[in-house]
């Protein structure tokens, strides 16, 4: 590439980005459809088991956070906590923190090139991967932020009052406000609690465990840098649902997807990354489940080409090329499976070539953490519910069909697998399902995805392709 700066965006977002933005602070469909399905939290002081969830809910999150009980991990704990305070740097613009799930071999190559070397610069492999994860991340994130003021003190910003069709959400449901501050004796606005609501575990947690380390780039940290400031200061950023972790999974299903031999290991990370921001202090158990079932729900929507969800202008924190520059350009997806090809035949192409093997044999060459598939397989388990109590005990034992409820969800499947017709795709997502009856689980279309176990679904789905004859020589 020369040193001139060159704009991102794909001849055919060109249609697309004559779309006018929505203006700032209003909800978008797709916000109010999160809203919806996330709006299951500001119910559960109503009940016993809502009651108790709260309750096992900072127990839970206490436990990870003291490095006393939780999840399986697979680091040894200190160097866990370190990883902690390197993921709290989000790099959104390439998922290039998250990379480390495509192996030692195939993520060597992508963080060589792929790279943050400040906090607003940083490169990519190809344009057509930094239009699509640009995209797909605003699009996910913009469903997540709009959560964080909604359940607070339902606003979008802390003081501007949400749309009619929002604050409908909590009327028609019975739901409350600040439901952690609540329940964890801080209520907005008092000392030492987050002015807005829903304080954080750092502000409600009755001890903390803080750290010293080195951030993402190699500088000398500390996990209250992240939480308190100068780093980020979220003392009066509401806590649910976790951004990070919509990040995480939803930037890692991507790679997942453009590198099919290692969507399951990119699923396992997406898991330590949110159980990574309860480790550092900054989420509770409930932000991250929160946080992964948006991020799965909006990805699924843009491999479904959801009208809703396509066609939108969306703004990048920054795009750069090579190291010539920053610039802050529109990007907008028409056609979300069309840039999906393209980001996926660039990427095979530059991982191909660095690696000089196939894509299969690169990918098997993993020295790395994600290499022992039983310890992957443990970590995610470990992750589906955090041992959260059931709060809907109707649903504890019920199998939600996902194919009815949530068709759209299939293409997490048939997008890394397109052998696989989106009815068999469903059919492995509801087999694979994880434990009904938690918070989220309600019996919406939404709730669907917070008991969605990908990493079993994708190793299911990723054994009935090879299993199916092949009738066109591979282009992999």
Not at 71 to 85: C, H
Request: some cysteine; hydrophobic content about 40%; aromatic content about 8%.
């Amino acid at each position: 590439m020369s040193g001139t700066p060159r704009v991102w965006i794909t001849a055919s977002c060109l249609l697309a980005s004559l779309l006018p933005p929505l203006p700032a602070g209003a909800q978008s469909a797709t916000n109010l459809t999160a809203l919806r399905g996330l709006a299951a939290v500001s119910v559960l002081p109503r009940s016993a088991e809502g009651r108790a969830a709260l309750e096992a809910n900072l127990t839970v999150t206490g436990a990870i956070q003291a490095g006393a009980a939780g999840p399986a991990i697979l680091l040894p704990l200190a160097e866990q906590r370190q990883l902690a305070l390197r993921d709290a740097f989000i790099t959104d613009g390439n998922a290039t923190e998250l990379a480390d799930g495509l192996g030692s071999t195939l993520g060597g190559l992508y963080q060589a090139k792929a790279r943050y070397t400040a906090p607003e610069t940083f490169t990519n492999v190809a344009p057509s991967v930094a239009d699509l994860l640009g995209y797909t991340n605003n699009v996910a994130k913009s469903d997540s932020n709009a959560g964080k003021f909604f359940f607070a003190n339902a606003t979008t910003n802390g003081k501007a009052p949400i749309s009619e069709a929002a604050a409908s959400i909590l009327a028609e449901g019975g739901g409350t406000v600040d439901v952690f501050g609540k329940a964890y004796g801080r209520l907005a606005g008092t000392q030492g609690a987050d002015a807005y609501g829903n304080s954080r575990p750092f502000q409600t947690l009755p001890q903390l465990v803080a750290y010293r380390g080195t951030d993402y780039f190699g500088r000398p940290s500390h996990s209250l840098d992240w939480l308190r400031g100068p780093n980020q200061n979220l003392t009066d950023s509401p806590s649910y649902p976790s951004g990070h972790t919509t990040y995480g999974y939803t930037e890692a299903v991507i790679l997942g997807i453009l590198v099919p031999e290692r969507y399951q290991q990119m699923i396992a990370r997406a898991a330590e990354y949110g159980t990574n921001r309860i480790i550092v202090g900054a989420h509770y158990a409930m932000d991250v489940l929160g946080g992964r079932a948006v991020a799965l729900h909006a990805v699924a929507h843009l491999l479904a080409n959801d009208p809703a969800y396509v066609g939108q202008v969306r703004r990048n924190p920054a795009v750069i090329t090579e190291m010539s520059g920053a610039t802050n350009e529109a990007v907008a997806v028409a056609d979300y499976r069309a840039a999906l090809a393209a980001a996926r035949s660039d990427l095979a192409a530059f991982l191909r070539d660095g690696c000089g093997d196939t894509l299969a044999a690169c990918a098997g060459a993993d020295t790395g953490r994600f290499r022992d598939p039983a310890a992957n397989a443990a970590l995610y388990a470990a992750t589906q519910t955090y041992d959260l109590p059931v709060v809907h005990p109707q649903r504890a034992n019920r199998v939600a069909d996902v194919g009815r409820l949530a068709p759209e969800a299939g293409h997490l499947l048939t997008a890394a697998f397109p052998s696989l017709s989106l009815e068999e795709a469903n059919a492995i997502l509801t087999q694979t399902q994880g434990p009904g009856g938690g918070f989220l689980d309600d019996g919406s279309a939404f709730g669907v995805y917070a008991r969605l176990n990908l990493y079993a679904a994708v190793g299911r789905a990723a054994a009935l392709a090879s299993s199916k004859p092949v009738s066109s020589p591979p282009t992999r």
